[in-house]
């Protein structure tokens, strides 16, 4: 689900002239992450379950689902590239949006393998067009300075859709049928393309009018040798790597061991870390404003090491639960740095959305192996081995953030010139 | 029709991938997601998908095939197990291939572990 975490804006901040232009732009930012993150609910680990219901084999699904990772991963530097060419990002949106509802229609219409296929490279590719396309948009309309209060919001708001989305599926799923799920994520894209038509107003400006030797564009090479993207991409690998596995590690214990309540407190897995991010995205965003992004990026990853030890130790399916917040605390920290970074080093460049995708790229790897890892971890030795095993990631994640993850947040001096 | 092809009612026959599983109190344990068969083809277990949340946590769990109800199939698209949730969550997770698959039976139904790659 770290696909749909990205961005937000501050719509206090900019109360200028335009401000009612500008309160409506923030609104449609505001619904534009909430539904995105609902739509996004749907697909990911739900789609194994009804394709089960369809008759499909496990080999049928894990061949799907591949499909879908391969293409996002393999979408994520090319969608940077075309996103960072189109210069209307709501177009960009509204496109994702719309192959979003097609993605779902096909999997509610057509659960055969061809059109499942489409449906999965679709949505990976439209995944890693729509979220560099939202934090651009958030970069446009709250500027440099404010991005971290516009970031903060933007996850305040997708965490309430996630959380909304997973009752919501879930109910849908258990009442009505897996496949009505599929008809409701399609449902939730139109409001989601209404909280566009305020932003069809934003247009980047044209290229930075900056120090003249620069081409309109920076070259790719000069992302690909910045030694704080580079840092930051093996960070987020890292911390991901660390990450991803964890809770369906502690649900696959709680199916296991919580009984009859097992469900819903899986479910509270899922919905207490939005709640959290809720609660406390908009005071990191502004954190990482005020005091740095080093600072929020140590806070979020410092998390990591200490759930892994919690869920090693403690075993009572409640303390599960609890912990869970701690998922809360990192998912807001990491949700703002990743498009609020890629902004400090290539916001004016021309090049926000490639590094983005590369950042993007790195999570994806991260993810991947995570979960293989863990599961061979849990299958050679025990469950517990795989919580410490995840937990020394993590913990590596902060001795290199740490060690050498440079301070990003742009002087102050540079910000006024905007 | 071709004369090697004959008709085989539903009434007869029906799939049973994807079919939900109902425990003792009626309570849905999961989809069968595979099912295990000896070298003659005769099925000895059925792997259920049990429990999790939208996808996440559920845990694959062979059952005794005879433990079993494929009466409901026809009419309400699920299979019976004389077994409650409790009892599923206890067994060990099923994992393909060697050395086999614990499967959990009802008391009036023992069978001996399975090896599903004899």
Known sequence: MHINDPPMSAVAGNSKPKADEGVSVGRGLDGLNLFVANIQTG???????YLTTQGWTQTAIGTALSLGTIAAMASQIPAGVLVDAIRNKAVVAFASILAFSASALLLAIRPTALW??????LHGFSSCTLGPAIAAMSLIFAGPAMLGSRLGRNARFASIGNGIGAALMGACGYYVSERAVFFLTAAVTLPAVLSLLPLTRLREQAPPPSPGKHPARAPISGLLTNRALVIFALCAMLFTLGNSAMLPLAANTLTKEAGNFASLLIAGCIIVPQLVVAAISPAMGG???QRGRRLVLLIGFCTLPVRGILFATLGHPAALVLIQALDGVAAACVGILVPLIASDIAGRSGRYNLSMGLIGLAIGIGATISTTFAGWIADAFSTRAAYVSLALVGLLAVLLAFGAMPETRPAPLDLQLD | ????????????????????????????LGPIVDVLVDSDGHPLAAVIDFGGFLGVGSRKVAVDWKALDFTSLGRADTVGLGLNRAQIAAAPEYKPGPPGANVVTTPSSPLPPVDAHK
Not at chain 1, 43 to 49: A, D, L
Not at chain 2, 3 to 25: I, Y
């Open chain 1, 43 to 49: 697909f990911g680990p739900f789609i194994s379950v």
């Open chain 1, 287 to 289: 954190l990482a404003e």
């Open chain 1, 116 to 121: 499942v296929y489409a449906a999965e490279v």
């Open chain 2, 1 to 28: 029709m071709p004369e090697n092809v004959k008709p085989l009612p539903s009434s007869e026959a029906a799939a049973v991938l994807g079919k939900k599983v109902r425990g003792a109190n009626g309570e849905e």
